[in-house]
């Protein structure tokens, strides 16, 4: 399966933040977006999400298709970590949640209530949904804020693992993940404003 955006042009706003964006994505690869902070990465980002529109251009595939990660973590601070994880199991409609637990080593959490845990844990939590979502493209926006070089590493297995049963995804990132077979683009090109990229009221957890 391919992924592909042509001629795109995404808005933040009334302003359109890039133009002439396009990219073909095939299953079982990623794509890393680069560019200086502003250049409109979580722009892009939120409109192949399907949370903004975009302004012109098309893409082949529907936000249903796609797990957005953002920077929130969007936790709810009195639910144990296991709770976490069942209620996410059945927002999804996944069967097990072993997967999450193993991919983001989260077995020693189980019991702990989200507010005593730390900044990487809880962003541990948050990525571990992704697997739950049983969706096949990943779109995730700087996901590796607040994670140790450990949890650096068992972030991009987990990516590994879904890109080997097929899945895709299009991360924005300023580290080297170490991804096979990763696809880069720029976005600095395709700037079309010089406003900043960074609106904290456009920040959705995870979709």
């Known amino acids: 399966m391919y992924y ?16 002439g964006v396009g990219f073909q994505l095939r299953s079982g690869q990623a794509l890393i977006l680069r560019g200086p902070n502003g250049s409109g990465k979580t722009t892009l980002l939120r409109c192949l999400a399907g949370l903004t529109p975009a302004v012109a251009g098309s ?10 990660a953002a ?15 069942q209620f996410w199991a059945k927002v999804f409609g996944a069967r097990d949640v072993t997967p999450a637990i193993e991919g983001f ?11 005593t845990l730390s ?11 992704l697997v739950l979502t049983g ?3 990943w779109a995730l926006d700087e996901p590796t804020v607040s994670l140790d070089m450990q ?9 590994t693992t879904h890109l080997t049963q097929g899945g895709a995804a299009i991360i924005a990132t ?3 993940l170490g991804l096979p077979e990763a696809e880069q683009l720029d976005i600095t090109p395709f700037r079309a404003t010089a406003q900043t990229d960074t609106d904290p009221f456009l920040d959705e957890a995870l979709l």
């Not at 929130?72 to 009195?78: E, W």
């Not at 900044?119 to 949904?129: D, E, F, V």
């Open 4 to 19: 592909t955006a042509q001629h795109l042009a995404c808005a933040r706003g009334d302003r359109t933040v890039i133009s």
């Open 135 to 137: 969706r096949k493209l």
């Open 105 to 115: 080593a989260l077995e020693p959490l189980l019991n702990r209530r989200v507010h």
């Open 151 to 159: 949890a650096v590493a068992q972030f991009a297995g987990a990516v």
């Open 119 to 129: 900044a990487g844990q809880k962003r541990r939590l948050s990525l571990s949904r």
């Open 174 to 176: 300023h580290i080297d």
């Open 59 to 68: 893409i082949s595939f529907s936000p249903d298709e796609v797990a957005y």
């Open 71 to 85: 920077h929130a973590d969007g936790l709810k601070a009195q639910m144990s970590v296991a709770e976490t994880l």
